[in-house]
């Protein structure tokens, strides 16, 4: 079975594909905004970014929790609220706040991932 941060970085990114593509194509037909369908397009970059370090840091830097449960929080928060609030603006007005900590979530994972011990050096055949 595959580690738990691998799955959730793979399953976070297949989701973001998904997600940029129903901003692209999807959303357009419900939200007239610009504004709303970028912050969507925002919220799907940042998510695949991020599942892309998450899968990467598991990989090579397996002993960085506080760095992938950091990634993890962030998407999830960051991410999670702009789909949200680009949905419907006012009955998620609530998660407004929870975008910037799901934002310093993934600064923090940086941080963390950084301050790791030395990663794991991949080996290419």
Known sequence: ????????????GASSVMLGAFGAH???KRIADPARIANWGTAAQY??????????????APQSTVA???????????SGSLYLLTL????????GPVTPIGGLCLIG???ALALAKRPITPKFK
């Not at 079975?1 to 976070?12: K, L």
């Not at 998510?47 to 090579?60: K, P, R, Y």
């Open 109 to 111: 994972g940086w941080v």
């Open 1 to 12: 079975m595959p580690p738990p941060f691998w799955t959730i970085g793979c399953i976070y």
């Open 88 to 95: 419907d603006p006012q009955r998620f007005k609530f998660m």
């Open 47 to 60: 998510q695949l970014m991020h599942s892309v370090a998450l899968t990467f840091a598991s990989a090579v």
């Open 68 to 78: 992938m449960s950091l990634f993890t929080a962030g998407m999830t928060m960051f």
């Open 26 to 28: 999807g959303l357009k």
